[in-house]
């Protein structure tokens, strides 16, 4: 952190220049029903942060239900089996776990704790799956008991998975009964330098192993994720996979489930929008003047469904096979682990305005709430949609020729365009770097809401740092009149002050 508070003092005297035009604006894409309590109720939204305080996430369970069907029809189109299992890493919501088992998925879950909110869920323990490098002893143990799917990092995770067997199975009963169901992590060649899977011989190794230790071992395929959002890559790495599949079974093994991970991408801007917002965009619109080197393709051409409608039809490589025929024919399931495009529409992040300060080159909107619930920033990147300013009733509206006067006198202008800062004393605790055009100018008591913030975005990085209480998370649900009733994010917190309205 010092070395970004470093970098972040020697940007400022880049901030020289006026921009010679504004930036391109990135309203973002929302769900209907989101867009309605948005701009049909602003009251409530107003209510509610005086409630709940701010920021406030706002969870919208039932859309990552939505989700979980949509991708449930695109393999039930291909004539899949296959298995969903919800990324949980993406998103701290309670109610978002709850969704997914309630939508019959499985969950992945990369520590104890993931593993325990998934089980309180009312998740099988049979339908959890365990990824990471790094799990405990604690966690394999759990996971054995749970006999839910363990993806094996390495030969040496294998290796502490074999000795926790020995250890828990004491009793006579136990080693007949206790096996690990277990899926080997692949390391494709685009992956050559990451730390996560196995490569050709480390794999084939732990093949061996498995193949003669089947009375514990239960194998039951291969696993890889990747990163970016290409399916192409997914598709290759599948490629390069198939040929183990055959090594499996000469082994005398039958893999059954091939596991892709996540990483399907989900859409927050219109495409041409944002293709005219990346030409466009210039080192003025930053406040740091700074253009940051890479973003999230936050307006893709392609939302999840239909990436994996194209990776299923890509070539398998394999007697000329797509990829959704070879499953087929190999009798094999397919399983995913969406994270971020399961939590797709399933969050908002409402701020509410401190007050607007005039600065040298322009102005700064104070929220109360931090970056870290919008942290895009701590990544040297950038959210890149627009936060929706909700005026409160009370607030007198003022024209932006007005109060850019009455902000500071900084000319006038038809645009106000101001950067978003956290309440902290960190320099670089700013939600967005990039100076946003407002129509009007926000104040004091006025929300800014983020739309589409449950994917990594809202809570990653949340902390209580100055002592400020986290944030809370309330779930929204539409009840059958047409209305919006709200409850504990955590259907095991008290049902203490949250009530219905309609
Ligand atoms: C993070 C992760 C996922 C989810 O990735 P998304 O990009 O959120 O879909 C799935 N599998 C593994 C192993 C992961 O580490």
Redesign the pocket.
């Known amino acids: 952190m010092q070395n970004q508070l470093l970098f972040a003092q020697a940007g400022v005297e880049h901030r020289t220049h006026r921009p010679q035009r504004p930036a391109a604006p990135l309203k973002p894409m929302l769900d209907a029903t989101i867009a309605r309590l948005v701009e049909a109720s602003p009251d409530l939204l107003v209510q509610l942060v005086e409630r709940y305080g701010s920021p406030l996430h706002l969870v919208w369970p039932q859309n990552l239900v939505r989700n979980v069907e949509a991708f449930r029809a695109v393999l039930n189109a291909h004539g899949l089996r296959h298995q969903i299992?919800y990324?949980a890493?993406?998103n701290k919501s309670q109610a978002l776990v709850c969704a997914a088992v309630k939508a019959g998925a499985g969950v992945?879950v990369?520590s104890i704790h993931e593993w325990r909110d998934a089980i309180s869920a009312g998740a099988d323990p049979q339908h959890l799956c365990a990824?990471?490098p790094a799990k405990t002893r604690d966690f394999h143990a759990e996971l054995i008991a749970g006999n839910a799917l363990i993806?094996i990092d390495s030969s040496e995770e294998l290796q502490n998975l074999k000795a926790c067997l020995r250890e828990s199975g004491n009793s006579q009963e136990a080693r007949k009964t206790q096996k690990a169901r277990i899926l080997l992590?692949f390391r494709p060649s685009l992956s050559r330098t990451s730390r996560?899977g196995m490569g050709a011989d480390e794999l084939l190794r732990c093949l061996r192993q498995l193949s003669q230790d089947s009375a514990q071992l239960a194998f039951e395929g291969f696993?890889f994720?990747l990163g970016g959002?290409a399916h192409e890559t997914r598709a290759q790495a599948l490629r390069e996979l198939i040929p183990h599949v055959e090594t499996a079974r000469a082994l005398g093994l039958q893999p059954k489930t091939i596991?892709i991970?996540?990483?399907?991408p989900i859409r927050y801007v219109d495409s041409d929008d944002y293709e005219a917002f990346l030409r466009a965009q210039h080192s003025s619109h930053y406040r740091n003047a700074r253009v940051p080197e890479a973003f999230y393709p936050y307006g893709g051409r392609l939302d999840a469904f239909q990436w994996l409608n194209r990776f299923l039809e890509s070539p398998s490589g394999h007697k000329d096979l797509s990829i959704a025929a070879c499953f087929k024919a190999e009798d094999i399931a397919l399983a995913i682990?969406?994270?971020?495009?399961?939590?797709d529409q399933a969050a908002i992040s409402v701020f509410r305005v401190t007050r607007v300060k005039p600065l040298a080159e322009g102005h700064v909107i104070f929220v109360e709430g931090s970056s870290f619930s919008a942290c895009e920033t701590w990544f040297s990147s950038e959210f890149l949609q627009d936060p929706i300013l909700v005026p409160a009733s009370n607030a007198p509206t003022a024209s932006t020729t007005a109060s850019t006067e009455e902000a500071g006198g900084a000319g006038l202008s038809s645009v106000f365009r101001a950067y978003i800062a956290g309440h902290s004393c960190l320099d670089d605790d700013v939600l967005t770097n990039r100076l946003i055009g407002f129509d009007r100018v926000p104040r004091a008591g006025d929300l800014l809401v983020y739309g589409n913030t449950g994917?990594?975005q809202m809570d990653l990085l949340e902390n209580e740092f100055h002592r400020h209480p986290m944030p809370r998370r309330v779930a929204v649900h539409c009840n059958a009149a047409g209305g919006f009733d709200f409850s504990p994010d955590d259907p095991r917190e008290q049902l203490d002050d949250i009530e219905q309205s309609d």
Request: charged share 20%.
């Open positions: 299992f990324g890493k993406v992945d990369s990824t990471g993806s992590r996560f696993h994720h959002y596991d991970g996540g990483g399907m682990e969406p994270g971020r495009s399961l939590a994917g990594y």
